[in-house]
């Protein structure tokens, strides 16, 4: 069975750091990149940040260059976000999700291009 687990998110103020992580199992994990989206109440789901298994290569929307990470520990099954300077806006469920390697970078900020989700972490950030 697919399972793509977030943890690390809750309450931080603006300023603050959090560290998510996403455990996968149920897959080979180098079959498979990893993106993060977020959802805040009445928006759309938008991607935040994405990883490449096989390079590494990195990708971040605009809103978060410079203040989040994305990283990879292939031997643990476990994608790291870890996000710096955090703003309320910023405050949203935040998943994680698998892709196939095949589509290019630019595809993975789009939910299109996943095949399995997480559960989702709530991220609140106090102003």
């Known amino acids: 069975e697919v399972q793509l687990v977030e943890s690390g998110g809750g309450l931080v103020q603006a300023g603050g750091s959090l560290r998510l992580s996403c455990a996968a199992s149920?897959?080979?994990?180098?079959?498979?990149?990893i993106g993060w989206f977020r959802q805040a109440p009445g928006e759309e789901r938008e991607g935040v940040s994405s990883?490449?298994?096989?390079?590494?290569?990195?990708y971040y929307a605009d809103s978060v260059k410079g203040r989040f990470t994305i990283s990879s520990d292939n031997a643990k099954n476990t994608v790291y976000l870890q996000m710096n300077s955090l703003k309320p806006e910023d405050t949203a469920v935040y998943y994680c999700?698998?892709?196939?390697?095949?589509?290019?970078?630019?595809?993975?900020?789009?939910?299109?291009?996943?095949?399995?989700w997480g559960q989702g972490t709530q991220v609140t950030v106090s102003s």
């Open positions: 999700a698998a892709a196939p390697t095949y589509y290019p970078g630019t595809y993975l900020l789009l939910e299109g291009s996943y095949d399995y």
């Open positions: 149920g897959f080979t994990f180098d079959d498979y990149d």
């Open positions: 990883i490449k298994s096989r390079d590494g290569s990195t």
